[in-house]
């Protein structure tokens, strides 16, 4: 059991969202991360949301794992800035967006990724699953299966982008790509395990289970209203 010192804590401000579209998220994250770039004492932040069905490409992901063309495409396919290959979002997978200054943790990108692995593996661990890590990958798997994908990136030591995991989503999208471009290793939802498991209840054990591993006082602010405002 690892004991915190409380005093030692830093603050992380918990934005709990509903379904939020891909776009507006990341223009959120965004403007996160450029406000702590240019003032690192700003609190930390973890958004917790789920996202309407979106493919989603990190910066060096091939668009042949892509098993449509991404030109005609009837979903929503974006490439960003985070590290991984092509993912798939959609509602019943929770996404968490840690927007932390690694300067107050550790300057160390593999320790951050063995974190946040870290966090989802304690969050299965409440409900009896044993979360494993397949190195060299990254990432979280349950019997050889993938449940939760993580991709990163971060900029003057401030993370942005994060982890997904699969709760209770309709998988059928990931038949259009190759996940995460792993071709031999099927993905799964945590409702294998657990069929009436909720992404609302999960949100809970995943914020402790965040709090708990990076040693935060996880807060939640006084104007929820932050992603409506001007500029969004």
């Known amino acids: 059991m690892v004991h915190h010192d409380a005093s030692s804590q830093n603050r992380c401000l918990l934005y709990n969202k509903g379904i ?24 930390d932040v973890l958004i917790l949301l789920e996202h309407p069905p979106v493919y989603t490409l990190g910066q060096g992901a091939s668009a042949e794992f892509l098993k449509f063309d991404p030109e005609n495409s009837v979903y929503d396919v974006y490439r960003v800035e985070r590290g991984g290959e092509v993912t798939y979002h959609c509602p019943g997978q929770l996404v968490g967006y840690p927007i932390l200054n690694l300067r107050r943790y550790r300057q160390d990108l593999h320790w951050y990724l063995r974190q946040l692995e870290e966090v989802l593996i304690q969050t299965l661990k409440f409900y009896g699953l044993q ?47 190759v996940p995460c471009g792993i071709s031999d290793k099927p993905v799964a939802s945590l409702t294998e395990w657990i069929p009436d498991i909720t992404a609302t209840e ?3 054990r995943v914020a402790q289970s965040f709090a708990f591993v990076f040693n935060v006082e ?15």
């Not at 349950?142 to 994908?149: C, D, I, P, S, T």
């Open 218 to 232: 996880l807060v939640e602010p006084d104007k929820p209203g932050l992603l409506n405002k001007p500029g969004l």
């Open 20 to 43: 939020v579209p891909y776009w507006e998220s990341l223009i959120w994250q965004r403007s996160l991360q450029q406000d702590r770039i240019k003032d690192p004492s700003l609190d």
């Open 202 to 204: 999960v949100r809970l």
């Open 131 to 177: 979360g494993e890590r397949i190195p060299p990958f990254t990432g979280v798997w349950l019997e050889g299966r993938k449940v939760a994908a993580i991709g990163i990136k971060v900029s003057r030591w401030i993370t942005m982008h994060g982890f997904a995991l699969n709760v209770c989503p309709d998988l059928t999208g990931m038949k259009r790509i």
